[in-house]
């Protein structure tokens, strides 16, 4: 019923920048919050940043200073500016959400996840 699409994923080289977009469909009366996560081989799923229905934002300490995670409400679009990129930030990105259906239920919803690669 909700769905997430990643897109933006790719190869850059390092010091480059990428942006992902992260577009919400479905029956949504409302979007709690939204956020990215990644991946690297043989690493934890960690919690990249999350920005709130209000607008308020937390990174990783990791990102901090490099990324910049934002939100277009009209368009249900979550955003991750990606800037100066390091060969650790290589992973693979999965945008999370949590909404309110119209039904009244609450959804974690969970993309497909897209490929990051920075070559060094």
């Known amino acids: 019923q909700v769905q997430l699409v990643e897109s933006g994923g790719g190869l850059v080289q390092a010091g480059g920048s990428l942006r992902l977009s992260c577009a919400a469909s479905?029956?949504?009366?409302?979007?709690?919050?939204m956020g990215w996560y990644r991946q690297a081989p043989g690493k934890q799923r960690e919690l990249v940043a999350v920005?709130?229905?209000?607008?308020?934002?937390n990174y990783a300490d990791s990102v901090k200073g490099r990324f910049t995670i934002s939100r277009d409400n009209a368009k249900n679009t979550v955003y991750l500016q990606m800037n100066s990129l390091k060969s650790e930030d290589t992973a693979v990105y999965y945008c999370?959400?949590?909404?309110?259906?119209?039904?009244?239920?609450?959804?974690?919803?969970w993309g497909k996840g897209t490929l990051v690669t920075v070559s060094s």
């Open positions: 479905g029956s949504i009366f409302n979007t709690n919050a």
């Open positions: 920005i709130i229905s209000g607008g308020n934002t």
């Open positions: 999370n959400a949590v909404f309110t259906t119209i039904m009244g239920l609450r959804v974690d919803a």
